[in-house]
């Protein structure tokens, strides 16, 4: 998988992958098909298509007005950003300040010829956690797969937190997110 | 003295052997949702292999690389993975691991997260121990509902490594490479022969070296219990807490 994403970062026909042989998967997915290896060719390996998103979303700590862009901790984000058609980062904070990657030394950074739209979404990774600015809601997440045990009280979870809130801010007001932290770090 | 070392969580004992099967100067990796790995290759660590590359995927202790984890993924894809550790929903008398469904793969009773790179890890890796904290006849199957990793492939297939151990809180199996299936290696402490031949589903021949597992030494279960639960609390706050005990 890595290498489909990462061949389709780089804009590669096809990249020959390792392992494979002998599973399920190779009989459910057309993307995958077994080749001989053109320079050894008693050798079988596995072609694969490379992976190219319409779209890729990611949660940053910060951006600024050109697309730069830092997400919390060492990802692989960038050959994300690369293999999809168009990027788009949303961040707890927009920063007037120019930034770089001296900007982002123990986490990832999207330079703005990589990224394609940036949008402000404070709190946009709940009920998962944005670096060392808040952590996991247990208590949501709990929550969450508790409902998703069944069908009807799937739906009525979506109902409440999805479909049947007006905007962003309206969720946070419902999932109570402004309670999870004291008040000072809500100003990021 | 006997009594008191041999009392310990399946957690605990898994991870002392674990950390037995570790040598020094490997690269190590130890993936996803994996604390009992990550717990025995800290206790080796601190024991006895203090040259390991140890890379433990979401620590930042144990993460040699500047970016995400297909970083541990390329290194093993280039062979320089000496050990690393799966499990699955389903593993077979062929070494075969399942982690996408149970039942039919196009209606499946249960679909699971799926490979996670042990489609390539399970080849690549020089040696990969299996793992389970459930040894029962639906976890230890006759034939896996599906292949997500095989155990055993063609010889016109490049392949590092492969299966080599599977631990449990009951036993350690070993890799026949010839007969091409797991054979009884070791029986743990609280467990015989026949608890673990009725708890899995396929027949386990003995291994010519089968032996009792030795028990957790004093030294090895305060290691733990003290500096491996300390640094593995930053990985996996919540099963340190609860899986090893405070010394």
Same mark, same amino acid.
């Given at each position: 998988?890595?290498?489909?994403?990462?061949?389709?970062?780089?804009?590669?026909?096809?990249?020959?992958?390792?392992?494979?042989?002998?599973?399920?998967?190779?009989?459910?997915?057309?993307?995958?098909?077994?080749?001989?290896?053109?320079?050894?060719?008693?050798?079988?390996?596995?072609?694969?298509?490379?992976?190219?998103?319409?779209?890729?979303?990611?949660?940053?700590?910060?951006?600024?007005?050109?697309?730069?862009?830092?997400?919390?901790?060492?990802?692989?984000? /960038?050959?994300?950003?690369?293999?999809?058609?168009?990027?788009?980062?949303?961040?707890?904070?927009?920063?007037?300040?120019?930034?770089?990657?001296?900007?982002?030394?123990?986490?990832?950074?999207?330079?703005?010829?990589?990224?394609?739209?940036?949008?402000?979404?404070?709190?946009?990774?709940?009920?998962?956690?944005?670096?060392?600015?808040?952590?996991?809601?247990?208590?949501?997440?709990?929550?969450?797969?508790?409902?998703?045990?069944?069908?009807?009280?799937?739906?009525?979870?979506?109902?409440?937190?999805?479909?049947?809130?007006?905007?962003?801010?309206?969720? /946070?007001?419902?999932?109570?997110?402004?309670?999870?932290?004291?008040?000072?770090?809500?100003?990021? | 003295?006997?009594?008191?070392?041999?009392?310990?969580?399946?957690?605990?004992?898994?991870?002392?052997?674990?950390?037995?099967?570790?040598?020094?100067?490997? $690269?190590?990796?130890?993936?996803?949702?994996?604390?009992?790995?990550?717990?025995?290759?800290?206790?080796?660590?601190?024991?006895?292999?203090?040259?390991?590359?140890?890379?433990?995927?979401?620590?930042?202790?144990?993460?040699?690389?500047?970016?995400?984890?297909?970083?541990?993924?390329?290194?093993?894809?280039?062979?320089?993975?000496?050990?690393?550790?799966?499990?699955?929903?389903?593993?077979?008398?062929?070494?075969?691991?399942?982690?996408?469904?149970?039942?039919?793969?196009?209606?499946?009773?249960?679909?699971?997260?799926?490979?996670?790179?042990?489609?390539?890890?399970?080849?690549?890796?020089?040696?990969?121990?299996?793992?389970?904290?459930?040894?029962?006849?639906?976890?230890?199957?006759?034939?896996?509902?599906?292949?997500?990793?095989?155990?055993?492939?063609?010889?016109?297939?490049?392949?590092?490594?492969?299966?080599?151990?599977?631990?449990?809180?009951?036993?350690?199996?070993?890799?026949?490479?010839?007969?091409?299936?797991?054979?009884?290696?070791?029986?743990?402490?609280?467990?015989?022969?026949?608890?673990?031949?009725?708890?899995?589903?396929? $027949?386990?021949?003995?291994?010519?070296?089968?032996?009792?597992?030795?028990?957790? $030494?004093?030294?090895?279960?305060?290691?733990?219990? $003290?500096?491996?639960?300390?640094?593995?609390?930053?990985?996996?706050?919540?099963?340190?807490?609860?899986?090893?005990?405070?010394?």
């Amino acid at each position: 998988m890595y290498s489909m994403v990462q061949a389709g970062s780089m804009g590669l026909p096809f990249v020959a992958v390792r392992g494979l042989m002998g599973t399920d998967i190779l009989k459910n997915r057309p993307d995958l098909k077994v080749i001989a290896d053109p320079f050894h060719p008693m050798e079988k390996v596995v072609a694969a298509q490379p992976i190219r998103p319409d779209v890729a979303v990611f949660h940053a700590l910060k951006a600024d007005r050109f697309g730069n862009s830092i997400t919390p901790g060492l990802r692989d984000d /960038l050959m994300m950003a690369r293999a999809a058609r168009r990027a788009v980062v949303t961040a707890e904070e927009l920063t007037d300040k120019e930034l770089t990657m001296r900007d982002a030394p123990n986490d990832t950074f999207l330079p703005a010829i990589d990224v394609d739209v940036v949008v402000q979404v404070p709190w946009g990774a709940h009920p998962c956690s944005c670096g060392l600015l808040y952590g996991l809601d247990d208590a949501h997440l709990r929550e969450y797969v508790q409902a998703a045990q069944e069908e009807k009280t799937f739906k009525n979870y979506l109902e409440r937190y999805v479909a049947g809130v007006k905007n962003h801010q309206e969720y /946070l007001q419902r999932v109570g997110v402004m309670n999870l932290l004291p008040a000072e770090k809500i100003n990021v | 003295m006997s009594d008191q070392v041999t009392v310990c969580t399946p957690e605990e004992l898994m991870a002392v052997i674990f950390s037995r099967e570790v040598r020094d100067w490997e $690269t190590i990796g130890v993936g996803a949702a994996s604390p009992i790995p990550a717990a025995g290759c800290i206790l080796a660590e601190q024991l006895k292999a203090p040259h390991i590359t140890l890379i433990i995927l979401g620590s930042k202790e144990y993460y040699p690389f500047p970016a995400g984890s297909s970083e541990l993924h390329f290194l093993a894809q280039r062979g320089e993975l000496d050990l690393f550790f799966l499990s699955g929903v389903q593993m077979d008398r062929h070494g075969n691991i399942n982690l996408h469904v149970l039942g039919d793969y196009k209606s499946p009773q249960m679909r699971l997260p799926g490979a996670y790179g042990s489609a390539m890890l399970y080849y690549m890796a020089h040696r990969v121990i299996l793992f389970r904290t459930e040894h029962s006849r639906r976890t230890f199957v006759e034939k896996v509902d599906f292949v997500t990793a095989a155990g055993i492939t063609p010889e016109s297939v490049y392949r590092e490594g492969g299966p080599t151990k599977v631990v449990t809180p009951k036993a350690v199996l070993s890799w026949d490479g010839k007969k091409g299936e797991w054979a009884l290696d070791a029986v743990n402490p609280g467990s015989t022969v026949e608890d673990i031949q009725a708890n899995t589903g396929f $027949t386990l021949r003995l291994s010519p070296m089968v032996q009792m597992t030795p028990p957790p $030494t004093e030294q090895e279960l305060s290691v733990l219990r $003290t500096v491996v639960r300390q640094k593995l609390e930053r990985i996996y706050p919540e099963f340190a807490r609860t899986k090893i005990r405070p010394d």
